[in-house]
């Protein structure tokens, strides 16, 4: 499977959300953020630039969390409670796709996901040095 430059399939465990996706760097960019939120979630993310990112049916459907700056905003099916998707922080015109939703993926054989710094991230230090 080609798991970039091709459109993938992204859906919520009960089919309510579905995107699709292109992705930047297919899975080998996979990762998982260890901020407050992230670490309790333990979804691997993929990336996606915000132009490759198509929500194919459940707009309706989707609800979405921010907290402290509220620059990154994590989508949700609010039937089901999957985690889909979520703009990022880090690059506002990057999209982070939740792995285990694209369809043909097996998160296990991804094997050792490595962990991004989200504790210290940039955007929290105070611009004064």
Same mark, same amino acid.
């Given at each position: 499977? #080609?798991?970039?430059? !091709? @459109?993938?399939?992204? !859906?919520?465990?009960?089919?309510?959300?579905?995107?699709?996706?292109?992705?930047?760097?297919?899975?080998?960019?996979?990762?998982?953020?260890?901020?407050? %939120? &992230?670490?309790?979630?333990?979804?691997?993310?993929? !990336?996606?630039?915000?132009?490759?990112? *198509?929500?194919?049916?459940?707009?309706?459907?989707?609800?979405?969390?921010? %907290?402290?700056?509220?620059?990154?905003?994590?989508? %949700? &099916?609010?039937? &089901?409670?999957?985690?889909?998707?979520? #703009?990022?922080?880090?690059?506002?015109?990057?999209?982070? +796709?939740?792995?285990?939703?694209?369809?043909?993926?097996? +998160?296990?054989?991804?094997? *050792? +996901? @490595?962990?991004?710094?989200?504790? #210290?991230? @940039?955007?929290?230090?105070?611009?004064?040095?």
């Amino acid at each position: 499977m #080609n798991w970039s430059g !091709t @459109p993938l399939r992204v !859906t919520c465990h009960c089919g309510a959300v579905e995107l699709s996706v292109v992705l930047e760097h297919g899975l080998a960019d996979a990762a998982r953020c260890d901020c407050s %939120f &992230c670490s309790r979630r333990q979804a691997a993310a993929v !990336t996606a630039l915000r132009g490759n990112v *198509e929500i194919v049916k459940g707009a309706d459907r989707l609800t979405t969390y921010s %907290f402290g700056t509220h620059t990154a905003r994590h989508h %949700f &099916c609010s039937v &089901c409670g999957i985690y889909t998707h979520h #703009n990022r922080r880090s690059d506002t015109d990057e999209v982070g +796709i939740n792995a285990a939703c694209i369809e043909g993926v097996d +998160i296990r054989a991804l094997g *050792e +996901i @490595p962990w991004n710094d989200g504790v #210290n991230h @940039p955007s929290d230090r105070s611009q004064d040095g």
